[in-house]
């Protein structure tokens, strides 16, 4: 299989398991522990023309990648590398969406790295998580945060209307969630 196919293979994939969950298009999202960009890439595909995305991750490398990618694939999508480690406090506007793709299972502590991430949402912003669905990990893998831990999760950092968006067959951990949750909504 080719390069080309592959990843368009595996951005399909990931368009799967958040469309449900992205309300409109355009909007300023941040995409948290980008890595390669196959999630970033489905979030600027589904939220179309004037979407902002900050893409945060410590690795410089996949930040150049990514950027020289996405500028190909999306000419008309604002793309702001962000090279951070989000489990510090990070320097971004307010979101109306921020996107966990595969990045929450490297955090043992989750709850107050994902409540440092859901305070920069704006009021009834999202947060949407794709994790392995299980509780079990390894060294891969090392923290992984099953759709039960996730909803209860959400609930504890005062996050609402936590639920599954959807779920896909994986054939490493045997399976992948996307949840989503809302921050609370201006009085």
């Not at 440092?116 to 390894?138: A, C, D, F, M, W």
């Not at 891969?140 to 999760?153: C, M, S």
């Not at 054939?171 to 921050?183: D, H, I, K, V």
Request: charge should be neutral; aromatic fraction near 8%.
């Amino acid at each position: 299989m080719a390069w080309a196919e592959r990843e368009a293979r595996r951005i399909g994939k990931a368009r799967t398991l958040i469309q449900s969950g992205i309300p409109q298009s355009g909007g300023v999202w941040a995409d948290i522990g980008c890595g390669d960009g196959i999630f970033t890439s489905a979030l600027c595909g589904l939220l179309a023309d004037g979407v902002v995305i900050y893409a945060v991750d410590k690795d410089r490398y996949a930040l150049q990648s990514l950027q020289r990618n996405f500028a190909e694939s999306y000419p008309s999508a604002a793309l702001h590398s962000v090279h951070a480690d989000f489990t510090r406090p990070l320097s971004l506007p307010p979101l109306d969406g921020s996107l966990m793709a595969n990045s929450l299972h490297f955090i043992r502590d989750k709850a107050p790295v994902l409540a440092g991430i859901t305070q920069r949402l704006k009021p009834g912003g999202r947060l949407i998580v794709v994790e392995y669905n299980t509780s079990r990990g390894n060294s891969a893998v090392p923290y992984p945060i099953d759709e039960t831990g996730f909803l209860r999760l959400a609930e504890s950092i005062g996050l609402h209307e936590a639920r599954i968006l959807a779920k896909i067959p994986s054939t490493f951990l045997g399976e992948m969630y996307a949840g989503l949750a809302f921050a609370s909504k201006a009085d």
